[in-house]
């Protein structure tokens, strides 16, 4: 399950609606190392098999959170939302003279 730090990174991300959903969540991310697409779980941290708890893009400076275990998400609010640059411009139709 993907989570960013910056909500303009979904934003843009979203289909062609103008109205908006998103989710704000704590996430517990734990230990992190860097991910890949082909991951179906976090990599081993040591030779003992232990798991990373969580994947990210940046090990320096992470801004994409990757979860395996929705234990790890606890969603605060549903936020509703409408962008403007999505706005459909409003047609008038009138009688035909």
């Not at 704000?24 to 890949?36: D, E, F, I, M, Q």
């Not at 605060?76 to 009138?94: A, C, H, M, Q």
Request: charged content about 30%.
């Amino acid at each position: 399950i993907y989570f960013s730090k910056d909500a303009r990174y979904w934003n843009e991300q979203a289909d062609g609606s103008a109205v908006r959903l998103m989710f704000a969540c704590r996430v517990l991310v734990g230990y992190y190392t860097r991910g890949a697409a082909r991951f179906c779980h976090p990599p081993a941290k040591n030779a003992e098999g232990r798991l990373y708890d969580s994947c990210v893009d940046d090990k320096r400076d992470p801004s994409i959170f990757v979860v395996f275990d929705k234990c790890q998400i606890y969603p605060e609010f549903l936020i509703t939302y409408e962008d403007s640059n999505k706005r459909l411009p409003v047609l008038e139709f009138g009688v035909p003279r």
